[in-house]
């Protein structure tokens, strides 16, 4: 299984970016998200998504600016990041799990992208 993440990039705060994420080989990931994290920080969760069905779930600090959404077709994930703000500025990591339960638990995803940085400056 792997996860290629596309996106990401330098921009000014209040800019918008999208990252995607497709899932390849045998996936048999239900949920699918993204992490971040930043120097010096531990990665959290921002949002995800199942394959199955119902609402993505979102981080508080993100709610109202990010959007995430799903192609199952092209098993692709979106996340329509608008808004951006400096804080916002991570390694962003696409990852999936095998469970159709959404969590927030890092340990909880077994396949992992290699990340993609964005960046914000102020």
């Known amino acids: 299984v792997q996860l290629g993440e596309r996106g990401g990039g330098l921009v000014p705060a209040g800019a918008s970016l999208r990252l995607s994420c497709t899932i390849s080989?045998?996936?048999?990931?239900?949920?699918m998200g993204w992490f971040r994290q930043a120097p010096g920080k531990e990665r959290e969760f921002v949002a995800a998504?199942?394959?199955?069905?119902?609402?993505?779930s979102y981080t508080e600090s993100v709610k109202d600016r990010f959007t995430l959404s799903r192609d199952n077709a092209k098993k692709t994930i979106y996340l329509q990041m608008n808004g951006l703000k400096p804080e916002d500025t991570a390694v962003y990591y696409c990852?999936?799990?095998?469970?159709?339960?959404?969590?927030?638990?890092?340990?909880?995803?077994?396949?992992w992208g290699r990340g993609t940085q964005v960046t914000v400056s102020s």
């Open positions: 990852a999936a799990r095998p469970d159709r339960a959404i969590v927030t638990y890092a340990a909880d995803y077994i396949y």
């Open positions: 080989g045998r996936p048999d990931s239900q949920t």
């Open positions: 998504i199942s394959w199955i069905g119902g609402s993505p």
